[in-house]
């Protein structure tokens, strides 16, 4: 197995980089790094979690699957924490599938040695897990609030910026078929709500490329589900790298 280089990995995800000046270095020589490819399922529904990944540039989408073989996200996963938080509680398993939505980096830990980590290295591990736990349910809690009260645009919106967030650039992948299981509409409602953004200039999207040109313009758009995800992220974590993010997709004059 790998060993990951420390030093370069702690400022992509907001949970190790948490971490006391101690600790952090400790949990980190324990991880080694991976490429997470694109529709990749780190976890499968009712099965064993074999594995945790701390996201570096990839996002993960946790869904819900029916019985007639549709899905439905319940949360997404970046670089503010942590795939696997099932193992964290002593759950071993989910309900739930966990598969990669934008491909990129991540550092993984295998289960056993994580229990062992979480035991082992010190409360300080456990605390910022407990913390970014904390966080994830607020995330779950106000998804699904959002889904009932909000419009499809303001969800669309919402869900662009968390994106944006995680990846750290203006430009990622996203097909309509993710966007639609996301938002939990059809195709052609993704159509719309794309147009609708594309036309007041916030993002361009061509051949399942999202390209963010307006992040200002984009927070406005949005529901205030995103401020109340991201405000109890930073709390717990931190504050995230957004005034980058913001000069990277300023408003075109």
């Known amino acids: ?22 600790t952090g270095p400790q949990v980190l020589l324990t991880l080694h790094p991976v490429a997470l490819r694109l529709k990749e399922t780190l976890i499968t529904r009712d099965a064993p979690i074999t594995a945790v990944y701390f996201p570096l540039d990839a996002v993960v989408s946790v869904v819900s699957t029916f019985a007639d073989g549709s899905m439905r996200e319940v949360a997404t996963i970046g670089n503010e924490g942590l795939v696997g938080v099932p193992r964290f509680l002593q759950a071993g398993s989910m309900p739930f599938t966990a598969f990669v939505q934008v491909p990129g980096a991540a550092l993984q830990m295998e289960a056993g040695l994580f229990d062992q980590t979480v035991q082992t290295v010190g409360s300080d591990f456990a605390a910022v897990l407990a913390r970014y736990t904390q966080a994830w349910c607020t995330q779950l809690s106000q998804h699904a609030v959002c889904h009932g009260h909000h419009r499809v645009v303001q969800r669309c919106a919402r869900w662009l910026l968390q994106t944006h967030d995680r990846v750290g650039r203006a430009t990622f992948p996203l097909t309509q078929e993710f966007l639609a299981m996301m938002l939990g509409v059809r195709r052609p409602s993704v159509t719309i709500v794309a147009r609708q953004l594309r036309q007041a200039g916030l993002i361009a999207y061509h051949h399942g490329v999202i390209h963010v040109l307006d992040r200002p313009g984009l927070e406005a758009a949005s529901c205030e589900c995103y401020g109340v995800i991201s405000r109890e992220m930073d709390r717990l974590l931190g504050p995230a790298d957004t005034e980058r993010l913001a000069g990277e997709a300023a408003p075109r004059s």
């Open 1 to 22: 197995m790998a060993t990951a280089s420390p030093s370069p990995f702690v400022p992509q995800n907001r949970l190790l980089r948490a971490l006391s000046p101690t």
